[in-house]
């Protein structure tokens, strides 16, 4: 990033955070992608609240970022057993935060599952959880009760811009991995499991480098829109999957069990928008795969008569070539630290919240101030 680059985005966010540091600051833990831009963000959780911890997310860690970051915060390591576990979960908080009234910045439901216990037995006061994405949301959404406050971006309208363009940028990766074994996106069917924002962006793309789509989501709704902007929807599941020569998960949750992979066209390639673990039930792949090296970032599975590839280990594809949204990534992360001052500020019943729209507008007028030029 050029000095005029990061001088801009520095002011911008000591703007936001000015604008959503309440009275007495929270201490917080803070999830994130660990990416190239993100120290400035991290910066303004750290204005806005007591930034205690950060917790990359191991599978998007730019080496430069976590040495800047570390410089001013302790950077721990993040894994989903940590805080599958009450008693790991619990005891983790007490050695960051203990006796402090805190905020949870969440990319994808990390905390879900120890929540009660981290709100009942945690020696401080859990004020709320700021969740980012559509997979957290869901994870937070299914439980039948909250223990305390979750205030959602992931539903926010402007997230769209940056659904729209990570899904722009899982195609870029995905066609790059391909031209890497000396194959093309063409004459290949593609399909794309969910057609929420990331999915309708990468069906979008994909029809205009003139690629084949078919797309199926168990949503009748968003069957009707992915027909109305005239993509071809699978009525049978099983049977898209036998055809596609490119699987492109989008779904939010589980996109393809194990038992699914047989069914794959032979040497269709597989690529997802999230974690493996969130997307793909790989463990559940029946006995006799073998998996080796079929490129840079590309593996393949065998077993008798029958192959596919996994692209980039199942995690999200585009990370591989960095993520980039461009600054429309800021618009959300703004709206997260206002997330965080909604929390603070109390008052909030044990459900789930959005940042009301007057907030949103006032960081929308802010960004535009910085980036329309």
Request: proline share 5%; hydrophobic share 40%.
């Amino acid at each position: 990033m050029e000095a005029t680059d990061r001088a801009r985005l520095e002011s911008y966010f000591s703007k936001i955070a000015d604008g959503f540091t309440p009275p007495e600051r929270p201490s917080s833990l803070l999830i994130t992608h660990l990416l190239p831009e993100r120290p400035a963000f991290i910066r303004a959780i750290g204005k806005a609240t007591v930034l205690r911890a950060v917790l990359p997310k191991p599978k998007s860690i730019d080496v430069m970022a976590r040495r800047e970051v570390e410089q001013v915060v302790a950077c721990d390591e993040l894994t989903r057993e940590t805080f599958a576990d009450a008693d790991t979960a619990v005891t983790y908080l007490e050695t960051r935060a203990a006796g402090e009234p805190v905020v949870l910045f969440d990319v994808g439901g990390y905390f879900a599952p120890s929540l009660d216990a981290l709100c009942a037995r945690f020696t401080g006061h859990i004020l709320g959880v700021v969740e980012d994405t559509e997979n957290g949301h869901k994870r937070y959404a299914d439980r039948d009760k909250l223990p305390c406050p979750v205030v959602s971006v992931a539903r926010s309208p402007l997230k769209d811009p940056e659904d729209f363009l990570v899904g722009q940028s899982v195609v870029f990766s995905a066609e790059a991995l391909l031209r890497g074994r000396g194959d093309i996106l063409h004459g290949r069917p593609a399909l794309v499991l969910g057609f929420g924002k990331l999915g309708s962006s990468i069906a979008r793309l994909l029809h205009v480098k003139g690629v084949r789509v078919i797309v199926y989501d168990i949503n009748p709704v968003r069957q009707t829109q992915a027909m109305s902007h005239g993509f071809e929807v699978a009525r049978d599941r099983d049977q898209a999957l036998e055809t596609a020569g490119l699987v492109l998960c989008a779904t939010g949750g589980l996109s393809l069990r194990g038992e699914d992979f047989p069914r794959l066209k032979n040497g269709a390639y597989v690529a997802t928008v999230t974690s493996s673990e969130d997307e793909l039930e790989l463990d559940g792949l029946p006995a006799g795969y073998v998996r080796d090296s079929a490129g840079e970032n590309v593996t393949r599975y065998t077993t008798t008569g029958h192959y596919f590839y996994l692209l980039n280990g199942g995690n999200a594809v585009n990370f591989l070539h960095g993520a980039s949204v461009g600054p429309f990534i800021f618009l959300v992360q703004a709206e997260i630290i206002a997330g965080a001052a909604m929390l603070a500020r109390g008052g909030l019943d044990a459900t789930l919240h959005e940042v009301p729209a007057t907030d949103r507008a006032a960081i929308a007028a802010t960004w535009l101030h910085y980036y329309n030029r």
